[in-house]
């Protein structure tokens, strides 16, 4: 039985499981991290924000911003006089103006700069890069009284926010997400201001974080946290691969092991050092071999002394025709060797070939019933030819009742049979003739044919060959015959190193 060779690795199989398990449990524990630590900042970003735009709401007095709202044309005029290129201190520049401001345009331009001064300081102070605007509402929207970005105009209007809405609806501090334009990543706060004595805010204050380069920090924490787990991804792979590879290795030579008693190989010993449960396995393994090991070898002894036994009965049996026919015993030898070198020739397996040698010996026991002066006779009549016939019958029964000896029990009574159907005792034909028979019948045919007996003399090997080639296909197996006529050129050889040739 031919074991597969070729099979998933399982060193690979849990390495790829550790090495999968780790790197998802990295990933989403880096991609959880960034979005706790982010949602951390943009919260805290926000507060802050929220927290600028309530202190700068309380320092703003409703009053002052409603002067500013009210006289928001002629400021509006002023200051983008205050703003052309020949710059002077802002409220020189802007009292200059050649028309006459109203009466209340003046305190509306100190009350304008006051606050324009309060914002910059807080922006100084709070470390915000980003504009902080006041806005106050009407029917168009929201329009701008103070900036502390000079590129916006004030008295613009700009549309409501949802945060804005609800931050004058609520009369609360509100913060927005975080949103991109093309200047950046931003957080902006709204805080509500009441204007004189209205009973709503109607004024709001926006102050627009830029979190750019928080969200650069906050990168590269990510980029340290991710390297740090890959640094010890790499580290727990390596420990990883070490115990795989030792676990691995055990069940490799467990797997070996397996093969060996599968290929009934039991004398290789398993030796893994190890006190976990593969350990155990291999200790169990391990004494599974030897008990399979010494049962095979008891078996294989009692086989032998089975065989050895059933050999030296049929030896007794080979001595008892020896007594009535001394030519017999070398006869079955050499009828022995014939049949073994055919066998061989043909491929037989060892069982057969063993079979086929006991039934070499065993093939003319049936002379045991033929009377003794017909072995000395030079002419049988054909009454003593029909009883010398009867030997084929003879020994199958003598051997009736030794179990052990059925097996031969073809070769016995079919070795004179012919493969054309002329032979005896029961005229088989061709394949019908068991296999062995049909060998021993070539091997027992040359023997005769090439040894004395009173009744024939022996012809010389090469005729006797000829004898056989021509014979096959009618008294022969021609299969039989072509494996036989390989050895035709050392056959006598054979007979004559081994046998005293009568
Ligand atoms: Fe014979």
Redesign the pocket.
Known sequence: MKRILKRRSIKIEILGIVFLSLFLITAILGYFSFQFSKNRLVSMLADKSMAIAATVADFVNGDDLLMIKNNIEGLKERRQAALAPAVSPAYEKMTEMQNAPSETLIPAMKMYLKYMNLLSEVKKVTNIESPINIYTKDRKGLVLLLSTEKALSIGAVYQMRPETERALRDNAPQASGIYKDKDGVWISAFAPITLGLAQAPEAIIEVDNKIDLYFGMLRKELATIIFICLAGLAVISAIGYQFVDKLAGAIKKLDVMAGNIEMENYNVKIEIKSGDEIGHLAETFEKLRLSIRNKIDELRLSLVQEKKAHLESIIALTNAIEVRDPYTRQ?LYR?ERYAILIAKTMKLPRNQIELLRYGCYL??IGKLYVDDSIFKKSNLSEIEIDTFKQHAQNGAKIIEGIPFLQKMKDVILYHQEKYDGTGYPEGLKGNAIPFLARIVCVA?SFD?MTTDRPYKPKVSFKEAIAIIEKASGTQFDPEVVKAFLKHKNTLENIAKKHFKIT
């Open positions: 006869h009828v093939h003319d027992d005769a």
